[in-house]
């Protein structure tokens, strides 16, 4: 089975940057669609940046512009960097492999539940 590692997650002030990694264990996941998500509270993971074995990213409209996802195959490492981050960017963020195809869902069809091979997550908070 496939195995994800969250980490780099932290404490920041409103403005800064985080870089997040995934690190990815396993097999048959090079092809596959990827995405990052975050929980707030008591609410479900919602995500927010996906992108495909061949590079192709996609962004819910709110982070476009200053998150960016990517995937370093040679390291075996889906990545997140976050720019100019607000307060409600606080929350646990969760990378995750997507179970239904090797292209990733449209922004507006993405629901967890399609997603597997969850890690522990890694909390960023953004203070103001």
């Known amino acids: 089975q496939v195995q994800l590692v969250e980490s780099g997650g932290g404490s920041v002030q409103a403005g800064g940057s985080l870089r997040l990694s995934c690190e990815v264990s396993?097999?048959?996941?090079?092809?596959?669609?990827m995405g990052w998500f975050r929980q707030y509270p008591e609410k479900e993971r919602e995500g927010f940046a996906f992108i495909d074995g061949e590079d192709n990213a996609g962004y819910v409209e709110s982070v476009k512009g200053r998150f960016t996802i990517s995937m370093d195959v040679a390291k075996n490492t889906l990545y997140l960097q976050m720019n100019n981050l607000k307060p409600e960017a606080t929350a646990m963020y969760y990378c995750a492999v997507y179970r239904l195809g090797r292209s990733c869902p449209t922004v507006d069809d993405v629901h967890w539940a399609d997603f597997g091979f969850w890690g522990q997550g890694t909390q960023v908070t953004v203070s103001s």
């Open positions: 396993g097999d048959t996941y090079r092809r596959a669609c």
